[in-house]
T-cell receptor, first 112, second 114 residues
Framework: KQEVTQIPAALSVPEGENLVLNCSFT??????LQWFRQDPGKGLTSLLL?????REQTSGRLNASLDKSSGRSTLYIAASQPGDSATYLC???????????FGTGTSLTVIP | DTGVSQDPRHKITKRGQNVTFRCDPI?????LYWYRQTLGQGPEFLTY????????KSRLLSDRFSAERPKGSFSTLEIQRTEQGDSAMYLC????????????FGPGTRLTVT
């Protein structure tokens, strides 16, 4: 069974700092990796999808990279803002359109 | 594009009662997924549909749980004889092949079993 781990579990940074969130997975035979953000008591908002043939994806201040062979992905957030405070989840699937396996998330707090 | 919607947003029920949740996916999405999330954990997969066909069910989905997607559009998740351990957030997501099956989630239904 695919195991997804996210480190650290919680992170607190001052506003304006650049930061990296980590995601690792045990089975490198993945198809997609998706990063989500979740605000307290809310659903998940998709941030970036990386397909297995890709190495990275960028959206605004966010950049996600994927290294399948080592079973790792990173989410880089540039110039963090208080509005970035949320839990960030990564998820992987084995086949296209199949279920995702989620990590437990990194809770990010950006201090003004 | 109105996004994925779920109803109700909150449900409080007594142990032993039956509950039903509804999910309306993004209109052209042919895949629909149900997940369950408890506090401090990531979502756990329950089941998914391609159009009206239920393709996979998790072992988490006991015989008290049933899901349908009768016309390949909205879906319902029913829990019979609820137990306190069923208290969780129930999340629905949908996806489309041409967008790489990127999953879009609804706001969730928070179930509390007393």
């Amino acid at each position: 069974k695919q195991e997804v781990t996210q480190i650290p579990a919680a992170l607190s940074v001052p506003e304006g700092e650049n930061l990296v969130l980590n995601c690792s997975f045990t089975d490198s035979a993945i198809y997609n990796l998706q990063w989500f953000r979740q605000d307290p008591g809310k659903g998940l908002t998709s941030l970036l999808l990386i397909q297995s043939s890709q190495r990275e994806q960028t959206s605004g201040r966010l950049n996600a990279s994927l290294d399948k062979s080592s079973g790792r992905s990173t989410l880089y957030i540039a110039a963090s803002q208080p509005g970035d405070s949320a839990t960030y989840l990564c998820a992987v699937n084995r086949f296209l359109g199949n279920q995702f396996y989620f990590g437990t998330g990194t809770s990010l707090t950006v201090i003004p | 594009d109105t996004g994925v919607s779920q109803d109700p947003r909150h449900k409080i029920t007594k142990r032993g009662q039956n509950v039903t949740f509804r999910c309306d996916p993004i209109s052209e999405h042919n895949r629909l997924y149900w997940y369950r999330q408890t506090l401090g954990q990531g979502p756990e997969f329950l089941t998914y549909f391609q159009n009206e066909a239920q393709l996979e069910k998790s072992r988490l989905l006991s015989d008290r749980f049933s899901a349908e997607r009768p016309k390949g559009s909205f879906s319902t998740l029913e829990i019979q004889r609820t137990e306190q351990g069923d208290s969780a957030m129930y999340l629905c997501a949908s996806s489309l092949a041409r967008s790489g099956h990127e999953q879009y989630f609804g706001p969730g239904t928070r179930l509390t079993v007393t």
